[in-house]
Nanobody
Framework: QVQLVESGGALVQAGGSLRLSCAAS????????MGWFRQAPGKEREFVAA????????YYADSVKGRFTISTDNAKNTVYLQMNSLKPEDTAVYYC?????????????????WGQGTQVTVSS
């Protein structure tokens, strides 16, 4: 079993920055890749970024490329999402997930591990 707990969501002005954290636990957590997703009201869940614990491999949605950075602290079993130059359209509930690297990017689903989400609101 893998448990994921997100934190760091807040209300921020457009152009501002925010860092989300995902604390991961479980004996097998390091065997999975980690990802961030988001879901805005009335919209489907959207992939944001993915990373391998082993480092070196990251992947971003085009909508956040150059503004968001995903990273890990392997000693703390924590995944971060640094969000810069935030826009109102970034407003959503952000979720952390664990699964296979390719699966996170191409076909995430209920069979993956998910956190409870953290709200990010960007005001204009």
């Amino acid at each position: 079993q893998v448990q994921l707990v997100e934190s760091g969501g807040a209300l921020v002005q457009a152009g501002g920055s925010l860092r989300l954290s995902c604390a991961a636990s479980g004996r097998t957590v390091k065997s999975y890749a980690m990802g961030w997703f988001r879901q805005a009201p009335g919209k489907e869940r959207e992939f944001v970024a993915a990373i391998r614990w082993s480092g070196g491999s990251t992947y971003y949605a085009d909508s956040v490329k150059g503004r968001f950075t995903i990273s890990t602290d392997n000693a703390k079993n924590t995944v971060y999402l640094q969000m810069n130059s935030l826009k109102p359209e970034d407003t959503a509930v952000y979720y952390c997930a664990a699964s296979g690297y390719v699966k996170l990017i191409t076909s995430p689903g209920r069979d993956d591990y998910w956190g409870q989400g953290t709200q990010v609101t960007v005001s204009s």
